[in-house]
């Protein structure tokens, strides 16, 4: 049975796609997260970082626009797959992912690297 602070999250998420290593990514409602669970919760997140995130799991906010929303699916990915295929902390795989984003924001369309990004296995590829 789901804790109740998480149940009322996983009512409101919509699912969006899994990725061939079999990462399920989810649509949430932030100011739902923030109000109930976690007042630190920004634009994105997955399981290596959020205990409360369910094992394979990457929520990124409903309310960011298309482009905004694929860069941080596309950093939200990178930074997992670095912790768990790469075995990196934290802190290491969140500076490659924060670049990794910047570069994509400022060189091509977020959403064509968010797409590249969901089919892509192993650890350090973008």
């Keep these: ?9 996983t009512e409101t998420q919509k699912f969006l796609a899994q990725t061939p290593d079999g ?13 109930s669970m976690d007042v630190d919760f920004t634009q994105g997140a997955h399981w290596m970082t959020k205990k409360y995130i369910p094992l394979n799991e990457v929520w ?14 596309a950093h939200e990915l990178k930074e997992c797959r670095l912790m768990r295929d790469a075995r990196l902390p934290y802190e290491d795989a969140h ?10 924001r400022h060189e091509t369309s ?4 968010a797409k590249k990004v969901m089919g892509e296995t192993g ?4």
């Design 1 to 9: 049975m789901a804790k109740p602070k998480l149940k009322l999250v």
């Design 23 to 35: 990462i399920r990514i989810y649509e949430v409602d932030g100011a739902r997260i923030r109000s």
């Design 60 to 73: 990124v906010e409903k309310m960011l626009d298309g482009e905004d929303q694929c860069a941080i699916l």
């Design 95 to 104: 500076k490659r992912a924060s670049e990794f984003e910047w570069g994509i």
């Design 110 to 113: 977020a959403c064509a690297i």
């Design 123 to 126: 650890g350090d590829k973008p």
